[in-house]
Each structure stands twice: as structure tokens, then as C-alpha cells.
């Protein structure tokens, strides 16, 4: 009899080299392992640089373990004869193969995909760079901060006559590189189980951006350019933007869906003629903003609990803010039926000796 409460592994067996260093590749992976993968981490000498990143002084090295939990580790010299015949004798065994060098890095170590996929046939090579393997910028230096900025969400952020404001998060290394190389490595081992054949994949962060800018795309195509602080999802409609309260803190407000929007506007007493006016209606964002300055962030919240009216405080991710529970969902990045416990991170080269290597 099965046991439910077992963890489902449907990548056991799935056999994951992985070159990438930082955030993109290494998050990739440590989903895969997650689902059951083995995932051996090829590094430098040096090790990761993420290794060595610290995002305060105190910083013990957290980013790394977290994205490298349940990998193995092998340090070698990529560019020596001995370096570049472990990964050929490896390649023999290997599913998947993840890199995050420049275009033509692999290449120059002997270790690109038109030399190793006659080796392993069914190979499933996926490359993650910045701007692509191939076009104008293919060699640019990039990091997330870079891609954001040319895709255009740092300025449709950015209030006109303001100074930009430097994202929170790392939308084109996670949603744009890692979530994208997870996604066709799965289709293409898909793919290979169904008929067999390899794949090369080329995941490029900047181009993946586009898709958050979906709804500024009619507009585009009729030549017209989104504008910041003036478009349905950059703060030019009173149902979806933010408000200040009476404390100075602030709600998220994001009723577009008529009954939220109607029960909204009854709660905080909104004048019945601006209930039905224009979304992009100055007068009702107006009228709605000297409400919500009228009471305290926590007023609001205890009025709106239970009401179905998508308002939030605008919160800081301080400690303990989030119930047990919580901490329990975001414990993994898969579901937790097909997560394992995972091991913690490895020591820079600990498996150099189980393939004969030293450290």
C-alpha cells in the first residue's frame, strides 16, 4: 500500500549537471531537486560567487544554502584537459545540463552543446544568459536591475519628475530566468520521453520580460506608449493604485471587479456619484483619497476584514509578521507533495572525491 503522506518524486532518476552560478540556474535546479532530481553543482575552483555574497556584513552565507539545498558539489578547472574530461565522461549519465555563461564560453571550454550532445544524444542543454546566444546584445553585460530598466517597468513604476526607485525584487533573474528554464527543461524531458530526441534550450532574461507588459501592447501596436502614473495598472485608474491613510501609511487598493469595487465604495461612504464614474475618473481617486487619509492603516483593516473589497496594507516582510502556517507554504518552492527534506547545502568540492578528484 502506497503511503499518501510520502513525498511524489516524478523527477527521481532525472540526473541534473549544473554549471550556473548566483540566482537563475541555481533556483532552476534547486526546483528540480525538489521534485527528485540529483543535481551535482559544477563550480570553480573559487567556488559560486554567491558563496561569498553578502547582503549585510553580518550575513552568513544564507542566499547560498537556501538556493543550494539537497546539490552535490564538485570544484574543478573548466578550462584545464582534466576539467573538461570530467564533464565528457559525466555527460554519459546526464539529463539535463544548466549553464549561465556569456554565448561562447562553453564553446571555448570544449563543453558546448554541439560537442556534447553526440555524446548523449537525448541531452537536454539549457542555457540562461541575458540577452540571448544570439542578436545584437548577445554578449552585453547584464544583471536584473539592467533588464528591468530596458523593458521599461522602472519607469512605468516611476511617477513623472521622480527619481526611479530600485525594484524589491529580482523579477528577471526569478520570473524571467529561473521559472522559463524550469518550465522548458520539464517540457523537453517531456519531449524526450515521448520520442527520444534532446533538446537545446536558450533562456533569455530580457526577452522574458515582455510578457508583464501584456496590457500595454494594444496600445503599442496603434503606436500610443504606455505612460507611467496614467495606465489601468500604473496608477491611472481610482480602482487599482494606492492610497495614504491617516497614520501615513498605506493601502493597496485593487477592486476592479464591479461587486468588489460596489461593496468598497459602500463601506467607506463614497458620494454615490463617483460609485459609477470613469475608472480613470480624477475626481473619484480624489474623493477616495481623502477617505482613506481620514482613518488609521488599522482602522481600514478592521473594517475591510472579511469583506471581499482587495484592499491591503502596504507591509515591510519584518519577522514573525506571517503565521505559522505560512511559513510552512513558503518552506519550499514546489508543492509540498512532490517536495522532499533536502540536505543542506554542500561544502565547496565534498563530492571531488567520490569521482576520484581532489578537493
Known amino acids: 500500500m502506497s503511503d499518501d503522506k510520502a513525498p511524489w518524486q516524478p523527477l527521481a532518476g532525472v540526473r541534473v549537471l549544473d554549471f550556473s552560478t548566483y540566482l537563475p540556474g541555481p533556483l532552476a535546479s534547486l526546483m528540480l531537486a525538489e521534485a527528485g532530481a540529483e543535481v551535482l553543482k559544477v563550480e570553480p575552483p573559487g567556488g559560486d560567487p554567491m558563496r561569498h555574497l553578502r547582503v549585510r556584513s553580518d550575513d552568513d552565507g544564507a542566499l547560498f544554502d537556501m538556493l543550494n539545498r539537497g546539490k552535490r558539489s564538485v570544484s574543478l578547472n573548466l578550462k ?24 561562447g564560453v562553453m564553446q571555448r571550454l570544449g563543453c558546448d552543446y554541439a560537442v556534447l550532445s553526440p555524446l548523449k544524444p537525448d541531452l537536454i542543454y539549457c542555457s540562461i544568459t541575458g540577452y540571448g546566444q544570439s542578436g545584437p546584445d548577445a554578449h552585453k553585460a547584464g544583471h536584473d536591475l539592467n533588464y528591468q530598466t530596458e523593458a521599461g517597468l522602472v519607469a512605468l513604476a516611476t511617477p513623472p519628475g521622480a527619481a526611479p526607485v530600485l525594484p524589491s525584487a529580482l523579477f528577471a533573474d526569478i520570473a524571467a530566468g529561473a521559472y522559463p528554464a524550469l518550465t522548458n527543461i ?3 524531458l517531456m519531449q524526450r520521453d515521448a520520442g527520444g530526441q534532446g533538446a537545446c534550450l536558450d533562456i533569455a532574461m530580457a526577452d522574458n520580460l515582455s510578457p508583464f507588459l501584456f496590457w500595454a501592447y494594444p496600445g503599442l501596436a496603434q503606436g500610443r506608449a504606455p505612460e507611467a502614473a496614467a495606465e489601468l495598472f500604473t496608477g491611472g ?9 491617516a497614520d501615513n501609511a498605506w493601502m493597496a487598493l485593487a477592486p476592479l471587479e464591479e461587486p468588489f469595487w460596489q461593496r468598497f465604495c459602500e463601506l467607506i461612504a463614497l458620494a454615490p456619484e463617483l460609485r459609477d464614474a470613469p475608472a480613470d475618473s480624477q475626481d473619484c481617486a480624489d474623493a477616495v483619497e481623502a477617505i482613506m487619509r481620514t482613518k488609521s492603516a488599522a482602522a481600514w483593516e478592521a473594517l475591510f476584514a472579511g469583506e471581499d473589497v482587495c484592499c491591503s496594507r502596504v507591509c515591510l516582510p519584518t519577522p514573525g509578521a506571517l503565521p505559522p502556517e505560512a511559513y510552512q507554504r513558503i518552506n519550499t ?27
Do not use: H, K, W
Request: proline share 6%.
Open 80 to 103: 584545464s584537459a582534466a576539467g573538461q574530461a570530467f564533464v565528457r565522461e559525466q555527460i554519459r549519465d546526464t539529463d539535463v545540463l544548466i549553464e549561465q555563461f556569456r554565448p
Open 186 to 188: 520539464l517540457l523537453a
Open 237 to 245: 485608474n481610482a480602482r487599482y493604485r494606492f492610497y495614504g491613510t
Open 333 to 359: 518552492l514546489v508543492s509540498s507533495r512532490f517536495t522532499q527534506s533536502l540536505a543542506p547545502a554542500p561544502a565547496l568540492g565534498e563530492a571531488n572525491a567520490d569521482y576520484g578528484m581532489a578537493p
